[in-house]
């Protein structure tokens, strides 16, 4: 039977039947997480953001299997559903995809939370599926659902579907800039070069064991002298005339450079050719062919940049470094501070409002511009996302202040928190008392990124690729809007009180 339902329309479904989840005594965190996530449960019901979620995913569908079954659009239908929970559900725990898919086998209120089977035999998602479900859609398509989310927490009492005591004020808000470190090791130069000869080694070793062989050593005996050499280059910091081993010691990293690049761009070569003749399918293949090209592609600039801070002793700009052969992405941002002078990854800018969700979000590719011009942006995204007029007073550090900032918030009508840099102006502020409440309040901010980074996004971010770590970074603003309002009293706990 095909497909005739309208672009995005949700199926009629049988829900999962499963028993009732088991009473457990004894362990007040237990209840507390069961409740807290049965609250989120009602959340994402009672907001429509899983159904918009849902008749995305479905829309995404249809256009591209057009004639696709109904069968099969209700089992996609299925997995989109679980697909929201289950990477809501991981993000709250803070597993990896393999630690989610146990604790899912293993705990019924998991498997509840996310519609598993219950009755003939329990099935849950591996960790492949799970990956999958991480990646379910886009990152723009994902940010209106989430500020879908936080508009009905701010629809008044009266027209409220979240049955929040008190609607969320959007009134006043607060930003901050951090940096979301790439997961790499530290971006030594001559490291890169022992990176590039591991990765071609092994991709040749993965197409020699499937039967291509092109005539060469055995790959271990490249990646044991490529050791050796790196083993060398590292206590010669320590030997007399060090600059002058150092550099002796580059010399024969690159000649081994040379050769191993060579071997795999033939052994390449003949994978494109004779695919054909192993147990691959032609993707499989050219997953392997672009795993060798990424490496060889970098390879010239990871060997100039080794050659041009060790040989040539020169610097090398910020902006022309390699930092990885894997995450290409990643930057160089001065941070300045203790512990924390240099740090590698990307700008992550986070608007905040008064009761700590965020309303805003910004995950920078390249360099990020100056503080200073972020806040203009963030200012039209919100007023985008929640109407003009709603914003009120906005508090950040004094990296966000300048006089075009000035006039821009005394353009909207929108009192100036910002911190000022000169003390003088400070001073002057700090006889004017929302100023200084704005302030005060701005030190939270700070512990909202903390929470941010290290109990939702993880140290470090696990997410490979810029498109990948902004889309992680959506699903865990979501997952972290998602915990603070369960945990923001309801209309029923008023009434009980009372």
Known sequence: MKNDSSTGQILPFQPVLRPALPTVVGNVDYSHFETQLRRIDQLLLLSGMEKSFVEQSLSRYDQKFPTGKIKARRRYQQHSYRALRCTVLKGLLGEDYRG?????????????????????????PGKSTLQDYAHWLPQGVMRPMIEQLITAAHQPQSASKLELANAIELEMVWLDSTCVETNIHFPV???????????????????????????????????????????????????????????KTLRLMKQQVKVVAAHARRHRELLDKEWSQTDWTRKQAEQVMKRIDNVLTLLPQAQKQAHERIIGERQVNNSDKLLSLYETDTRVIVRGKAGAQVEFGNTLLLAEQKDGLIVDWQLHRESAPAD???????????????????????????????????????????????????????????????????????????????????????????????????????????????????????????????
């Open 100 to 124: 989610m898919s146990r604790r899912l086998a293993e705990c019924p209120l998991f498997r509840w939370f996310c519609g598993m089977e219950e009755m003939a035999k329990v099935r849950v």
């Open 189 to 247: 130069d001559w490291v890169l070069l022992g990176d590039a000869v591991r990765t071609l080694m092994k991709a040749t070793r993965v197409i020699r064991a499937h039967g291509l062989k092109h005539r060469m050593e055995a790959p271990e005996t490249f990646l044991k002298e490529m050791n050796r050499l790196s083993i060398q280059m590292t206590h010669a910091r320590r030997a007399k005339e060090s600059k002058k081993q150092r550099k």
């Open 372 to 498: 200073t011009r972020q806040l203009g942006q963030s200012l039209q995204r919100m007023e985008s996302a929640y109407g003009t007029g709603i914003i009120g007073a906005v508090g950040t550090d004094r990296g966000f202040c300048s006089a075009a900032n000035e006039a821009l918030l005394a353009g909207k009508n929108i009192y100036d928190g910002i911190c000022p840099k000169a003390p003088a102006r400070l001073k002057e502020r700090m006889q004017e008392e929302r100023f200084v409440q704005l302030q005060r309040r701005r030190s939270q901010t700070e512990g909202r990124i903390g929470i941010f980074k290290n109990t939702f996004l993880g140290r470090p971010l696990r997410a490979k690729g810029h498109e990948h770590r902004e889309l992680a970074v959506t699903w865990q603003v979501l997952t972290h809007n998602l915990w603070v309002l369960a945990r923001m009293e309801q209309k029923a706990a008023l009434a009980l009180a009372a």
